[in-house]
């Protein structure tokens, strides 16, 4: 008996992580993990953050925006240390960190009901959620704030120093990182909101050695607040027409992808039905359910960590989901149920996916041949590239030619809209004259 009770409580984390290993482990056709190499061997090279542009032609020779640094250079030293194929495993392990843990927000002495319902919706949010698991660094943000929500859930059970502690640690080093930490300090005390309750915070004011988590929590939130309003801002000016982020496709609308969208809102209903289904704290988990929703609806690139927010929401609320409640026959039904959702996520995803390469790097993607020809053979430049070249170009040649344009979308509106009527054949004739270019590279599989 205690052999068996023992498999019950392992088996969903032996589930979710051998899922999500087979679902993550993919290869690489990320077209900025060029442009993240690019700038970690220069970073390295120059012992400095503070360089100057070194790969566009029409940017200005000033201080580079070294935001992402930190995992610019690791992913620069992990690629010369284990190479494309390492950095394929390296996301796989990262995806197996972020979810297997989750399972562990189940009691004890859950109900098998309760148990398969989890394991259900955590595949099915890593179905979806494969399309964002790149080479780039909101992968490391997703396990920063997937390791905070964990935290968050012990520290509310059990008020101690070492969560808080480790939780502002996380946000730190979230902070160089990626510009989203702002969104990651909002959705962190929303989700901390639905946690507690207003004697819990009574409770902390009466405790003089807990006090200062209180202001702990307060000073995150300062920051948060106004990290948020000026990112807001920032990305509100780049979508605007014009704007270096308007024609970048992952800031568009998720339901502009069709392909993700029905599944991102599947996946998001079933979080919201199960989010709802305790009735304590059921207004405040459907408002960070709300908030979420709108965070990966408006933009695409969010459905990730909007899932992910999503997914902790809906196993809480889960928390109270006991047989009795729901019936024997449910309850029979529960692990048929949880298969066939699972079995059909799994093999959507499987079979979504271009299987030239199980690992490694989908070379086909990437103007590989085209830029050592123009390298090797001196072609004239000056050089007009389009916008997906440019991140690999910028790797293989290094800055010593200079590309027009990369996946930053930098060098002003007219740059950009230049590009634009460049590829949509818009007197491109008149334009290649006006930038006196000489030589073009361009691929016909993408439009940016």
């Not at 959620?129 to 929500?149: D, K, M, N």
């Amino acid at each position: 008996m205690k052999t068996n009770s023992q498999s019950r409580l392992y088996l969903p984390y032996l589930l979710v992580a051998s899922f999500s290993a087979i679902v993550f482990l993919q290869p690489i056709y990320s077209l900025d993990y060029w442009t993240h190499l690019a700038f970690g061997r220069e970073f390295v090279n120059s012992l400095s953050v503070n360089i100057p542009e070194p790969f566009l032609r029409y940017v200005e020779a000033g201080p580079i925006d070294s935001t992402e640094w930190p995992f610019q250079v690791l992913l620069y030293l992990a690629r010369s240390t284990v190479g494309d194929i390492g950095i394929s495993i390296l996301i796989a392990l990262t995806g197996m960190a972020v979810f297997t843990p989750i399972v562990s927000l189940v009691a004890a002495d859950a109900s098998s009901l309760q148990r398969y319902a989890t394991v259900a919706l955590i595949t099915a949010t890593i179905c979806v959620a494969q399309y964002r698991f790149l080479p780039r660094p909101e992968v490391l943000t997703y396990l920063l704030f997937s390791i905070s929500l964990l935290l968050t859930s012990s520290w509310v059970r059990e008020p101690n120093w070492k969560p808080i502690a480790i939780i502002v640690v996380l946000f730190l080093v979230w902070l160089p990182l990626h510009i989203s930490w702002p969104i990651g300090i909002v959705f962190w005390a929303v989700f901390l909101a639905t946690q507690t309750t207003t004697q819990f915070w009574t409770d902390l004011i009466h405790n003089k050695k807990r006090r200062w988590y209180i202001l702990t929590v307060g000073v995150v939130l300062l920051c948060g607040a106004v990290g948020a309003g000026r990112f807001a801002w920032e990305v509100l000016s780049g979508l605007q027409e014009g704007g270096r982020m308007a024609g970048i496709s992952e800031m568009q609308p998720v339901w502009e992808f069709p392909d993700v969208a029905w599944q991102f809102y599947l996946v998001a209903l079933l979080a919201g039905i199960f989010s709802g289904i305790s009735s304590k704290g059921r207004r405040s988990r459907l408002l960070l359910w709300a908030m979420a929703l709108v965070l990966g609806s408006i933009v695409v690139r969010n459905v990730a960590f909007a899932l992910i927010v999503m997914l902790f929401n809906a196993v809480l609320g889960l928390q109270p989901l006991q047989t009795r409640k729901v019936g024997h026959i449910a309850a029979r039904l529960a692990p048929t149920l949880a298969s066939s959702i699972n079995v059909f996520m799994f093999a959507n995803a499987l079979t979504s996916r271009d299987y030239d390469k199980i690992v490694g790097l989908r070379q086909a993607l990437f103007p590989m041949n085209s830029a050592t020809l123009i390298l090797e053979r001196g072609l004239a430049t000056p050089v007009f590239n389009n916008f997906d070249s440019g991140g690999y170009l910028n790797w293989a040649w290094g800055g010593s030619i200079k590309t027009f344009i990369d996946g930053r979308a930098l060098g002003g509106g007219k740059l950009l809209q230049d590009h634009l009527n460049i590829i949509e054949a818009k007197r491109p004739d008149l334009l290649l004259d006006e930038h006196n270019i000489r030589t073009v590279i361009t691929q016909g599989a993408y439009h940016n």
